[in-house]
Antibody, heavy 127, light 107 residues
């Protein structure tokens, strides 16, 4: 059974870079059928898609965050990672990683739904 | 961006009730609509994809319908474990966007 697990610091100072890793187990991140995504949820609020990566390294980002986000993949470790620069208190959220997939992947577009999800990790931006 | 608006935002319901949650897109999204369930302190769980396809392992009391701009998630007979927050998500246009959520509460 595929499982995803987020890891990284729970506290980041304003203006610094948030860095998280998602470790995939029970399946290969190099599968040609799937993409891998990051989603966040501020406390008590809704969900926001951050971005998605394919094992080859191709990426899709939410335009609202694109200037600050980098998602990368390490197939040798079955991991993908998120970096968000110049963070502020507004970036405080639970960060989830998830498999991002479709029935049929359309070229030049991210997949459709997220399943399964990691348990999430709370990152607080505070000095 | 496509705005996804769910109604109601919250709903007080009872065990055994038939529940319908609505999701409206700000422009047509064909059938590119997915539904998730989130319980407190837990990650969202996929229930329905492509508007009406039931994800494997999800009870058959959950169903989805709709196309274009208007979609519904129906729970035919509410069970105790169904009290949660439900989110819709469109996958027609990038960025992928979610509704604000509908919280089911015990009456």
């Amino acid at each position: 059974q595929l499982q995803l697990q987020e890891s990284g610091p729970g506290l980041v100072k304003p203006s610094e870079t948030l860095s998280l890793i998602c470790t995939v187990s029970g399946g290969s991140i190099s599968s040609s059928r799937y993409y891998w995504g990051w989603i966040r949820q501020p406390p008590g609020k809704g969900l926001e898609w951050i971005g998605t990566i394919y094992y080859s390294g191709s990426t899709y980002y939410n335009p609202s965050l694109k200037s600050r986000v980098t998602i990368s993949v390490d197939t040798s470790k079955n991991q993908f990672s998120l970096k968000l620069s110049s963070v502020t208190a507004a970036d405080t959220a639970v960060y989830y990683c998830a498999r991002h997939r479709s029935i049929v992947v359309v070229p030049a577009a991210p997949p459709d739904w997220f399943d399964p999800w990691g348990q999430g990790t709370l990152v607080t931006v505070s000095s | 961006d496509i705005q996804m608006t769910q109604s109601p935002s919250s709903l007080s319901t009872s065990i055994g009730d038939r529940v319908t949650i609505t999701c409206r897109a700000s422009q047509t999204i064909s059938s590119y609509l997915n539904w998730y369930q989130q319980k407190p302190g837990k990650a969202p769980k996929l229930l329905i994809y492509a508007a009406s396809s039931l994800q494997s392992g999800v009870p058959s009391r959950f169903s989805g319908s709709g196309s274009g701009t208007d979609f519904t998630l129906t729970i035919s007979s509410l069970q105790p474990e169904d009290f949660a927050t439900y989110y819709c998500q469109q996958s027609y246009i990038t960025p992928r966007t979610f509704g604000q959520g509908t919280k089911l509460e015990i009456k």
